[in-house]
């Protein structure tokens, strides 16, 4: 079982598309077996600091950025890791210990900040064409109006593999690349920079995309438990935190059950439901219903279920997706995303995106099972690289002698994590769940923003909502989690309207928090 997990894992990806993402192959003897120590000298910090304004919420913010790395070292004062960032800084502040700094980062595993960086985070944003292909360069870089940076000092992270970060010394790929390496490696850094940067009184976020959402569930319990620092709020973008509940396809049920309402608010919006519900929020709810009520107890019967209520289920299914009866009784009632996407509109010859299925594109091969890439990848990557390192290059005057990974979906990945209070190293699927219901038990400040798309069907809205609704915590503890949707996708801030909402939905947390 475990290993068809890691497999679904390995094949799917949390922020990868089948066809890859402005790959860069990785030097081996740089990242995996580790230098040669004795031939190079002792790694030292590199930075450089710029300082400029923006415009957000109608008043103008000065800031300094600092793009670069620190050196991580070992107990034993050995170079182990170089760590990139880029940190933004509002300028003017005379108490830090009012002032909240977020770290953020986002997914894959493998995945670079640039994302979150340029999508909505950073004061500078990438404007892309939505839900369309973006044009070749010069790709546009305005002002990011629905930045946060008026309400809280940011640090984007690359963890180790991506962007400038990399091992160093004897250290090798395989100390980072794993659920438990690389949040002991992110903590560890977040521990470096509040202490470099006398931030140890500022209220503190956390806040991951996709895979990002379970690095910050486990951070949030490794950050108290191992460092005593107590965070103020995790904020959840499109997250994935347990691969039992989030990756279907992987020889369990329940998954299939979860993945549904994704499926058919994909139908409804490229208008392939016969009779398409007016409101998309209420269409959901009465596809989750089914799928708890009638779709998951039929899976469960396996595949000795009567032929009957097969074929009953079925019809709803076809209903519910814009398929046929048939292609789901087929597929004994047990679709995966990959297999829908290229069979709903494979008519057109056309395939949806995984990661925003608002995305479509050609089908490369009309007769495949499931769809061999996600058009929104080529939709949107080239025009994010282009406009993320011509502003590292230019406006923060950084790096253009080093090799910046914007991924590095290659690496092995260990998806061994010990749940916090288990002994037990071999539980059936990763999860960061239980370390998130202990960080918010034992720290009772501690509040949760969950953002969420309703077209993504990579880390699907009730995969999410299940797994929330599983944390093990008392009434007053979940009074603590906030959760927003959006009329898009996994980056739903690609969306006009929804990078509104998601500046403010994250604005109006962080003040909230910071007040209490």
């Keep these: 079982m475990r290993r068809n997990f890691v497999a679904a894992l390995a094949a799917l990806g949390l922020l990868a598309s089948t066809a890859g993402l402005a790959k860069e192959e990785p030097k081996q003897a740089d990242t995996d077996k580790g230098s040669n120590v004795s031939a190079e000298p002792a790694p030292e910090p590199a930075s450089s600091t710029t300082r400029h304004e923006v415009r957000i919420d109608r008043q103008t913010v000065k800031y300094t950025a600092t793009a670069g790395w620190l050196i991580m070292k070992d107990d034993a004062g050995k170079a182990i890791a170089r760590f990139g960032y880029t940190a933004y800084t509002r300028d003017g502040v005379k108490d830090l210990a009012r002032r909240p700094v977020t770290f953020a980062y986002n997914g894959g595993p493998g995945s670079s900040s640039i994302w979150l960086h340029m999508g909505i985070l950073g004061p500078r944003r990438v404007v892309v ?55 002991k490696s992110i903590g560890a850094f977040i521990k470096r920079y509040v202490t470099e940067n006398g931030r140890w009184a500022s209220p503190k976020y956390v806040l991951g995309e996709s895979y990002g959402g379970m690095r910050s569930a486990g951070l949030a319990d490794h950050l108290q438990s191992v460092h005593a620092m107590s965070l103020n709020g995790v904020v959840l973008v499109s997250p994935f935190l347990s691969a039992a509940s989030g990756v279907d396809g992987a020889d369990l049920d329940l998954p299939h059950a979860l993945y549904l309402p994704t499926l058919a608010a994909t139908a409804w919006y490229h208008n392939l439901l016969p009779n398409k519900p007016a ?63 290229q069979e709903l509109q494979r008519d057109q010859r056309l395939i949806a995106g995984r990661i925003d299925s608002r995305f479509v594109g050609p089908a490369v091969n009309p007769l495949a099972e499931k769809m061999d890439y996600d058009p929104f990848f080529p939709a949107i990557a080239p025009a994010y690289t282009a406009a993320f390192l011509d502003y590292l290059h230019n406006e923060l005057q ?119």
Excluded at 130 to 147: A, I, L, W
Excluded at 157 to 183: E, N, Y
Excluded at 433 to 456: E, F, I, S
Excluded at 473 to 498: D, F, N, W
């Design 129 to 183: 064409s939505d839900p369309g292909y973006s044009p070749p360069p010069p790709t546009p870089r305005v002002d990011n109006e629905y930045s946060v940076l008026d309400v809280t000092d940011l640090v984007m992270i690359d963890p180790v593999g991506t962007g400038f970060s990399k091992p160093l010394g004897a250290a090798k790929g395989a100390d980072f690349w794993g659920v438990d390496q690389d949040i």
């Design 279 to 341: 409101s998309l929020e209420a269409f959901m709810g009465e596809v989750e219903r089914f799928a708890y009520d009638e779709y998951l107890p039929a899976l469960t019967k396996g595949f000795v279920i009567p032929a009957e209520r097969k074929r009953a289920v079925a019809a709803k299914l076809a209903a519910y997706t814009g398929t046929s009866a048939g292609y789901w009784e087929r597929a004994d009632l047990r679709v995966s995303h990959p297999q829908f996407l």
């Design 398 to 516: 950084f790096g253009r002698d080093e090799e910046y990974r914007v991924s590095a979906f290659d690496v092995k990945w260990d998806w061994t994590h010990k749940p916090p209070g288990s002994d037990d190293w071999l539980t059936p699927a990763p999860s960061t769940v239980p370390d998130l219901a202990r960080a918010m038990t034992m720290n009772p400040g501690l509040h949760v923003l969950v953002q969420q798309g309703w077209y993504d069907l990579a880390t699907p809205q009730l995969v999410m909502k299940h797994d929330i609704e599983h944390l093990r915590i008392t009434p007053e503890a979940r009074s603590r989690i906030r959760i927003e949707h959006y009329e898009a996708g996994h980056m739903m801030y690609l969306h006009g309207p929804s990078m509104k909402k998601y500046r403010d939905d994250l604005a109006g947390f962080i003040r909230d928090t910071d007040r209490l």
